[in-house]
């Protein structure tokens, strides 16, 4: 079965996205870039917070096989698998205050003119939830 293909520059829709308390105030706004071939996938993404970029890039499969790396507080596990429609990417990483974890699930909207990422971050003594809210800028 065909997947959907998520390829395109986003531009962040701060006003319709759904922050949590801790990020709404300070999120400027942001994009994020894809070029997906399934099973490969390329994330770009950067968010500007109080006048500060935060960028973020990552290379996945989306075939669920598991991806292990080294971090400074030991090593850190990553996959990406569909759920339906849905993509999702879970990020596993060690830190002082013990392990986090971030899971994000990309889905289409409007037709293909929306990308919207859910972000569950849970871990380490944070626990946060966004929806995040991407407009098509370009594919």
Do not use: C
């Not at 709404?24 to 006048?51: E, K, N, W, Y």
């Not at 890039?57 to 075939?63: A, H, I, S």
């Not at 292990?68 to 849905?86: I, L, N, Q």
């Amino acid at each position: 079965m065909q997947k959907p293909d998520l390829s395109g520059e986003w531009a962040l829709n701060r006003e319709a996205s759904q922050l949590s308390s801790e990020v709404a105030p300070v999120v400027d706004g942001g994009f994020v870039r894809v070029t997906h071939l399934d099973p490969q996938i390329s994330v770009h993404l950067s968010i500007s917070m109080s006048g500060k970029p935060f960028e973020f890039r990552f290379d996945r499969v989306t075939d669920g096989r598991e991806l292990t790396w080294e971090s400074p507080d030991g090593p850190g596990v990553s996959h990406a698998r569909w759920d339906g429609d849905t993509l999702v990417f879970s990020d596993t990483t060690p830190t002082p205050n013990g392990a986090m974890t971030i899971v994000f699930r990309y889905e289409l909207h409007d037709e293909g003119r929306r990308l919207r990422a859910a972000e569950q971050l849970r871990g380490a003594g944070r626990e946060m939830d966004n929806v995040w809210i991407f407009d098509r800028a370009r594919s």
